[in-house]
């Protein structure tokens, strides 16, 4: 059967995506200030939210974020102005990931420089913010608590959340500087057209980072492109590293022959999480990071036949669904509007019969699998072992609430900037393309050369680019 890729914007109009205008502020719990190496002030705040907007009723969550500002003594301490630079908030890829420091990111005195302050948010569920782990979703109550709980941490949440919170941090702004700018990155970029398009008048200005997400109703056609980029990563490794094609066999043999291979971590080594390292293609030297770990593998057989604890530890920690069960449980349902995911990976990974054989035999190497969810991997990590009907029930829900809304977007008065990748392995380029020209006043910076993963790895490079887009001109 050939399934067609269902790739046209959900938007309903106007009324699909409700701005909430009186949406309260969030309240500010506590607030600490401490000085950093690098003149930088560093505060730590805490901000009390309702778990479900719609039910304020339903409880609270507790949100952390860092603020970092440029430190600054003056000569003549008496003369010392109250000063209130713009907020620049930052939204970070996932989901289900946290924030570092201000000062572990290169790109932070570019910004200051710039003239902001900026705000780093563990976004709800990550970090410090209400995180989720099996253990405090289990005292929600069973299966399908967890699950209703979980149907709240989507991009629409945590923009409730950033709006939330910029209204308490500009209460004493004057009204011409309540506005912010953002950045968000890859899945940060997602929460920020869902920020346009439901409170647009909360932005001064939209920088997105390999973000644009695609305007689909179902995650079926993203992973459908998915494969495509993966199998062509995969053909790029193996030409770089053609004694990896027997050395990957040679160790899938291994993990069948021993059937039960125990991380220390409490996660099992198997065949499908072996072939998941590919979810490292798309960032820069990450292919040379997935042949360390097969080059570790190969010196454990050759020298004892069996694999090491330092290595199987080195392994264990490559993916993150142990410490960030969100990315697992919601990786699916942050593309959904209207209609259940249902396992679309597995279910488009049958439609891919190169990534659905496992060829031991013969020329052709196995093949590493990409950013993908599949129902099996609940087995293979000691913590989504037991959140394996919660997925179940995320994935049969059919009534995710639309994320973006088409109108809006197209009369969009925002400026948006956004740096877009060709190689991008997690974010299709095309999907890319198309979202942009549906944005109104979006200006984009295409490249060939940079990853997913410049703002890290190619940090000057990227934000010059990006920064262009904004204080240039292109006649």
């Given at each position: 059967?050939?399934?067609?890729?269902?790739?046209?914007?959900?938007?309903?109009?106007?009324?699909?995506?409700?701005?909430?205008?009186?949406?309260?502020?969030?309240?500010?719990?506590?607030?600490?200030?401490?000085?950093m190496p690098?003149?930088?002030?560093?505060?730590?705040?805490?901000?009390?939210?309702?778990?479900?907007?719609?039910?304020?009723?339903?409880?609270?969550?507790?949100?952390?974020?860092?603020?970092?500002?440029?430190?600054?003594?003056?000569?003549?301490?008496?003369?010392?102005?109250?000063?209130?630079?713009?907020?620049?908030?930052?939204?970070?890829?996932?989901?289900g990931?946290?924030?570092?420091?201000?000062?572990?990111?290169?790109?932070?005195?570019?910004?200051?420089?710039?003239?902001?302050?900026?705000?780093?948010?563990?976004?709800?569920?990550?970090?410090?913010s209400?995180?989720?782990?099996?253990?405090?979703?289990?005292?929600?109550?069973?299966?399908?608590?967890?699950?209703?709980?979980?149907?709240?941490?989507?991009?629409?949440?945590?923009?409730?959340?950033?709006?939330?919170?910029r209204?308490?941090?500009t209460?004493?702004?004057?009204?011409e500087?309540?506005?912010?700018?953002?950045?968000?990155?890859?899945?940060?970029?997602?929460?920020?057209?869902?920020?346009?398009?439901?409170?647009?008048?909360?932005?001064?200005?939209?920088?997105?980072?390999?973000?644009?997400?695609?305007?689909?109703?179902?995650?079926?056609?993203?992973?459908?492109?998915?494969?495509?980029?993966?199998?062509?990563?995969?053909?790029?490794?193996?030409?770089?590293?053609?004694?990896?094609?027997?050395?990957?066999?040679?160790?899938?043999?291994?993990?069948?022959?021993?059937?039960?291979?125990?991380?220390?971590?409490?996660?099992?080594?198997?065949?499908?999480?072996?072939?998941?390292?590919?979810?490292?293609?798309?960032?820069?030297g990450?292919?040379?990071s997935?042949?360390?770990?097969?080059?570790r593998?190969?010196?454990?057989?050759?020298?004892?036949?069996?694999?090491?604890?330092?290595?199987?530890?080195?392994?264990?920690?490559?993916?993150p669904?142990?410490?960030?069960?969100?990315?697992?449980?919601?990786?699916?349902?942050?593309?959904a509007?209207?209609?259940?995911?249902?396992?679309?990976?597995?279910?488009?990974?049958?439609?891919?019969?190169?990534?659905a054989?496992?060829?031991?035999?013969?020329?052709?190497?196995v093949?590493f699998?990409?950013?993908?969810?599949?129902?099996?991997?609940?087995?293979?990590?000691?913590?989504?072992?037991?959140?394996?009907?919660?997925?179940?029930?995320?994935?049969?829900?059919?009534?995710w609430p639309?994320?973006?809304?088409?109108?809006?977007?197209?009369?969009?008065?925002?400026?948006?900037?956004?740096?877009?990748?060709?190689?991008?392995?997690?974010?299709?380029?095309?999907?890319?393309?198309?979202?942009?020209?549906?944005?109104?006043?979006?200006?984009?910076?295409?490249?060939?050369?940079l990853?997913?993963?410049?703002?890290?790895?190619?940090?000057?490079?990227?934000?010059?680019?990006?920064?262009?887009?904004?204080?240039?001109?292109?006649?």
């Amino acid at each position: 059967m050939t399934r067609v890729e269902q790739t046209s914007l959900f938007a309903p109009g106007a009324g699909g995506v409700s701005l909430q205008a009186n949406m309260s502020a969030a309240k500010l719990l506590g607030k600490r200030t401490h000085q950093m190496p690098g003149r930088l002030n560093v505060s730590e705040l805490f901000f009390e939210v309702p778990r479900d907007y719609a039910k304020p009723q339903s409880g609270s969550l507790r949100l952390f974020a860092r603020s970092v500002e440029r430190f600054e003594k003056p000569v003549d301490a008496s003369k010392k102005e109250v000063k209130q630079p713009p907020w620049f908030l930052y939204l970070q890829g996932g989901p289900g990931m946290s924030c570092k420091s201000p000062q572990s990111y290169a790109w932070t005195d570019y910004v200051l420089d710039k003239g902001y302050q900026i705000l780093f948010l563990d976004q709800r569920g990550t970090g410090l913010s209400s995180t989720i782990t099996a253990r405090t979703l289990a005292s929600e109550g069973g299966p399908a608590q967890q699950a209703d709980l979980l149907k709240n941490f989507r991009a629409d949440s945590i923009v409730k959340d950033c709006e939330a919170i910029r209204k308490t941090l500009t209460s004493d702004f004057p009204e011409e500087k309540k506005k912010w700018s953002i950045m968000g990155v890859s899945f940060g970029g997602f929460c920020a057209v869902n920020y346009l398009s439901r409170f647009p008048e909360g932005l001064q200005e939209v920088f997105i980072v390999g973000g644009l997400p695609p305007l689909v109703r179902d995650p079926y056609p993203v992973y459908n492109r998915l494969f495509r980029k993966v199998k062509q990563r995969n053909e790029i490794y193996y030409q770089k590293y053609p004694e990896d094609i027997h050395r990957v066999k040679d160790i899938v043999r291994h993990i069948q022959k021993e059937e039960d291979i125990k991380l220390p971590s409490g996660g099992t080594l198997s065949v499908l999480r072996l072939r998941q390292l590919g979810m490292h293609f798309g960032f820069h030297g990450s292919m040379d990071s997935v042949h360390d770990m097969i080059t570790r593998f190969t010196s454990d057989l050759n020298q004892s036949g069996f694999f090491t604890r330092p290595t199987l530890a080195a392994f264990g920690a490559l993916i993150p669904f142990d410490t960030a069960p969100l990315y697992a449980l919601l990786h699916e349902p942050i593309y959904a509007q209207g209609t259940a995911p249902a396992w679309a990976a597995d279910r488009c990974l049958a439609h891919h019969p190169d990534f659905a054989r496992l060829p031991l035999d013969g020329p052709d190497p196995v093949l590493f699998t990409g950013e993908a969810v599949s129902r099996a991997m609940f087995a293979d990590f000691d913590e989504l072992r037991g959140l394996a009907d919660v997925a179940d029930r995320l994935a049969r829900f059919p009534d995710w609430p639309p994320l973006y809304d088409g109108a809006r977007l197209a009369a969009n008065e925002v400026p948006v900037y956004a740096a877009t990748f060709v190689e991008d392995m997690y974010v299709d380029f095309d999907f890319a393309r198309e979202t942009a020209s549906r944005i109104g006043r979006c200006k984009t910076f295409v490249t060939n050369v940079l990853y997913h993963d410049a703002l890290v790895n190619r940090t000057d490079e990227l934000l010059k680019q990006l920064f262009a887009l904004r204080d240039d001109t292109i006649d």
